[in-house]
Nanobody, 124 residues
C-alpha cells in the first residue's frame, strides 16, 4: 500500500506557472506507475499525465500537451507536475495516483491509490 500527499496548488493568473508535488510513503515508490488526474466542478475526473516506473516513459492528455511536464524522483519518493502557460480551463482539483498492475494507463479506474487533491485556480 502507498499513501500519497499532493502539494503546490494555488491561485494564479492565466499564463502563469505552478509546480505540483506528490509525496509518497509506504510500499516502494518505484514499483508503481504514477499519474496526475484533475476534476473540475460538475465534470468527470480527467487524465492529465502519466509516468513509468523508471521515469523515462511519459505521456499526456491532449489538453495539456506542450504545457505540462511530469517527472519523478524515485530516490525521494516524489512526483512532480510542472504546469506552464496555465489557462482558466486548467482550474480543478489535481490528484496524484499510483498503479501497481499496469505499465501505462490513462484510465482513472486502473489506478489503485489517490491522494486528497490540491486546488489549482487560474483566473483570466
Amino acid at each position: 500500500q502507498v499513501q500519497l500527499v499532493e502539494s503546490g496548488g494555488a491561485s494564479v493568473q492565466a499564463g502563469g506557472s505552478l509546480r505540483l508535488s506528490c509525496a509518497a510513503s509506504g510500499r516502494s515508490f518505484s514499483t508503481y506507475i504514477m499519474g496526475w488526474f484533475r476534476q473540475a466542478p460538475g465534470k468527470e475526473r480527467e487524465f492529465v499525465a502519466g509516468i513509468s516506473r523508471s521515469g523515462f516513459g511519459k505521456y499526456y492528455g491532449d489538453s495539456v500537451k506542450g504545457r505540462f511536464t511530469i517527472s519523478r524522483d524515485n530516490a525521494k519518493n516524489t512526483m512532480f507536475l510542472q504546469m506552464n502557460s496555465l489557462k482558466p480551463e486548467d482550474t480543478a482539483v489535481y490528484y496524484c495516483a499510483a498503479s501497481a498492475d499496469y505499465s501505462r494507463s490513462y484510465s482513472s479506474t486502473e489506478y489503485d491509490y489517490y491522494g486528497q487533491g490540491t486546488q489549482v485556480t487560474v483566473s483570466s
